[in-house]
């Protein structure tokens, strides 16, 4: 089983391995929007990481969990279990086009938002539960901005 320290320890790391991976790109690539995008979309991960690094905070000084019951440690390893959600880092030697790279980061994104709708309904504290689906619209939006530079 999955504990709440667990969850908001993979959504930190979500959070961290987004920001590195679009800071990463933005250093390699040579167009200014692109890398303005990028950038923007590193900033956006570091405050997302660092919201739930403050609900680690909070959980750690109460020392009791906001989620009640642990999540089935099947239903959520079969979700870490792709691509994505598994924190593994592009190789951009196997990268062939900036679009290419652009849709992998919508898959990120994508996955981002598909964990944290699932771990929303189990969030008891209404103003977390706010926050966390303020960072699922965000997520959209990142989507939204990766497609209309992917497919510019």
């Known amino acids: 089983m999955f504990s709440e320290r667990e969850i908001l320890e993979i959504a930190i790391r979500m959070e961290k391995n987004g920001e590195h991976e ?3 790109a933005a250093g390699e690539l040579s167009d200014q929007t692109l890398v303005e995008s990028l950038e923007w ?3 956006e991960e570091r405050e997302h990481g660092n919201f739930f690094s403050g609900l680690l905070e909070e959980l750690e000084a109460r020392a009791k969990s906001h989620f009640g019951e642990e999540l089935d440690a099947a239903f959520l390893k079969d979700l870490i279990g792709g691509s994505s959600l598994s924190l593994k880092t592009v190789d951009f030697n196997d990268v062939e086009s900036v679009a290419e790279l652009l849709k992998i980061y919508i898959g990120f994104e994508e996955d981002s938002i598909l964990f944290y709708e699932m771990i929303t309904p189990m969030i008891d504290n209404l103003d977390t539960r706010f926050q966390v689906e303020r960072i ?3 997520e959209r939006g990142h989507v939204k901005r990766l497609k ?3 497919y510019a």
């Open 22 to 24: 679009y800071r990463r």
């Open 148 to 150: 209309e530079l992917a």
């Open 41 to 43: 979309m590193a900033d």
């Open 136 to 138: 699922v619209t965000e």
